[in-house]
């Protein structure tokens, strides 16, 4: 296993500032076991890069974090709790704290942007009074810089408006977490430059953590604090962009040429 000099991969250090543990996760399906005693940690604030080629398992992890799919064996430690654990009622709870900007937005075409966005605090029974959720919907759409489109239908956005608006969709319920799936794919470099500029904006104004799945290196470069290569179901390596950069190991390095 390849080792970069502070950390050593798939070996976790719990600090008081964790927010996510992940310990010894296995998932299969059939003969194809994809996780294989995957651990890992995401710090409170801390933007947490998985890079990893094509089938090697990043969309299962996330699943298995939001509950989607229900890991072999391991847990899922989320704000204190372990989610595989937990019955429907408190994952459905837990899950509040957590948003996913899915890689298609996964946005309802048949509501407005508006509506797109109260989806959520219904969803999740939040108790608030309609102005409450006028004032919600207003922040969550100028901290992605489309107050301007709130009555209109995803389908009259382009796809990196769309994009936008499904992030401002995770941002209303100002989760604690927040998980990307491939958050630039598929959008040209300018558009995929302004929704790296907003993940760092968001974290800046709310503290998030973030687990960002991305094959963009350039948003991997400039997104993330710490950088984890999954290989074989497991993390391989870890380290810093720069520190994983630099790696002569032919696994690492062939993401970073
Ligand atoms: N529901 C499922 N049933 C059976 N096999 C699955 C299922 N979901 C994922 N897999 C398998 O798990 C493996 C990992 O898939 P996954 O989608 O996590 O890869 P990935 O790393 O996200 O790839 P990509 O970068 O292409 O999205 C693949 O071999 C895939 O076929």
New binding site residues.
Partial sequence: MWQQQTSIAGKTQPTKNVVMTIHGLNKS??N?Q?LKDLSLTLDKGENLVVL????????????CIIGL?EPDSGSIEVLGEDITMLDHEALDKLRAKIGFLF?SNALYDSMTVRENLEFPLRRHWIQVTQEEVNGMVQEALEDVGLAHTMDMMPAELSGGMQKRIALARTLILKPEIILYD?PTAGLDPITGREIIDLIMHIREKYGASALI?S?DMNCVRLTSDRVIV?FDGRPYAEGTFQTLAGATDPQVKQFFQ
């Fill in positions: 399906f059939g194809n994809v990893g080629k094509s089938g090697s398992g990043k969309s299962v992890l996330i699943k799919l890689q491939e799945i094959h999954l």
